[in-house]
């Protein structure tokens, strides 16, 4: 009987129960002082002046992108190597993603790539980076020629997906504390979970306003106002059209508990990262991550290796045999210009798209969790031996 790793365990050892009692014996299990709590722990954590608890890291972005007034016909600039949610935001409103390619072993853009998509849309408005896989683009390095500095001379708004880089640094700066509005997911699988569920943080005060506003209906005071504290009043008024993704109070009280071991949690996957860099640098056939800040800056919500040319399977042959060994393994992503809608509605092509191209052919991403025992790390590492040795 093979041994089974999966791709993610989640483990709910701190106070997660703890904080669950506490909301049922209040009653009160939408949004209310649980998830003011969360906020505030995390805008601590991010040194952000604002946080919101949304239902899903996809309705922050929407959020995000609907307060900094991205409205029909707008452009706004999303790399092909992201999961759709950073893209079908963009259409919610009506505007078009102009999608860019990505660097081969960081799968960020760089400032390269960006510049010249800025170049060729002078117009566009908005950029959505995906700090993949945890690690941060190059936002503000000291030289001044970063990600930030090019956004900010043409006036183009910055949103960051920061769905894997919880808890993640960026040049000395928390991410959370850098762009116009940053999204965090709280998804099972992504570095700390509430279920479903997620965060944006920002600094300026109308975004902030106008998001809070937008989370609840467009009306002026939440439930918790009205009728949950003590100097609640009923009335209220509905100042804009707006959605429906606040966070409930038991989601949150999971969030809390994570919260308190998210830098814990988060060495503990550096520790996994630095086994399998450790074990599968001499493996020829695989192209490692590139790792282009300190390790420590680093999420590592992902490990994603890339199956290079001299490999002697490819990729989907390669899951295969993970898969009969009991390992987990996914891929991320599959790029956008390789999807129906995308592909037809954009007329993308995969030539214009290198860097994502190459990535595709061969990434696979492979278990990194916090509980990772040593020998299930070296497990996997000896099943990608063989696999690749053609054992
Ligand atoms: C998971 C993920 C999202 C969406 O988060 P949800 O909480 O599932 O809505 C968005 N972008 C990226 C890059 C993700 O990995």
């Not at 937008?214 to 100042?239: C, F, K, P, T």
């Not at 993704?245 to 520790?271: I, K, T």
């Not at 595709?360 to 031996?385: D, H, N, R, T």
Request: glycine fraction near 8%; charge should be negative; charged fraction near 25%.
């Amino acid at each position: 009987m093979e041994r089974k790793i999966p791709f993610c365990r989640v483990r709910c050892n701190g106070n997660e129960l703890a904080y669950l009692n506490q909301v049922l014996e209040t009653g009160w299990l939408t949004s209310g002082p649980m998830v003011q709590r969360l906020e505030a722990e995390f805008a601590r954590k991010v040194s952000s002046r604002y946080a919101f608890a949304v239902n899903s890291g996809t309705s922050g972005l929407h959020l995000s992108l609907e307060a900094l007034g991205i409205g029909v016909g707008d452009k706004v600039i999303v790399p092909t190597m992201t999961f759709p949610a950073t893209a079908e935001v963009v259409r919610y409103l009506g505007a078009e993603p102009v999608f860019v390619d990505v660097e081969y072993g960081t799968t960020l853009v760089s400032p390269s790539i960006l510049r010249h998509a800025v170049d060729s849309y002078p117009d566009v408005r908005a950029f959505m980076m995906v700090h993949f896989a945890g690690q941060a683009l190059d936002m503000l390095p000291a030289n001044g020629d970063g990600i930030i500095e090019i956004c900010r001379r043409r006036d183009i708004k910055v949103v960051e997906d920061a769905a894997h880089a919880f808890p993640a640094r960026a040049d000395g700066h928390m991410v959370g504390s850098i762009g116009d509005a940053t999204c965090f997911s709280f998804y099972a699988t992504k570095p700390i979970t509430t279920g479903e569920g997620g965060m944006v943080t920002c600094n300026d005060d109308y975004i902030a306003d106008r998001i809070k506003l937008m989370r609840l209906h467009g009306i002026d005071r939440d439930a918790w106002q009205r009728y949950g504290s003590s100097n609640s009043q009923w009335e209220y008024d509905v100042i804009a059209p707006g959605y429906k993704y606040n966070m409930p109070d038991l989601n949150a009280a999971l969030g809390l508990a994570q919260l308190e071991r998210a830098e814990s949690m988060r060495s503990d996957r550096e520790r996994c990262a630095r086994y399998y860099i450790e074990r599968l640098g001499s493996l020829h056939c695989v192209d490692l991550p590139v790792v282009r800040a300190p390790m420590a800056d680093h999420a590592w919500h992902l490990f994603t290796i890339t199956l290079n040319e001299s490999a002697p399977i490819g990729r989907n042959e390669f899951i295969n045999r993970m898969t009969d060994r009991g390992v987990g393994t996914s891929v991320h992503f599959k790029p956008l210009h390789r999807t129906t809608y995308y592909r037809d509605r954009y007329g993308l092509s995969p030539e214009d798209f290198p860097g994502a191209e190459k990535t595709w052919k061969g990434s696979v991403s492979l278990p990194i969790f916090a509980s990772m025992q040593e020998s299930e790390l070296e497990y996997v590492c000896e099943a990608v031996w063989d696999i690749l040795r053609g054992q």
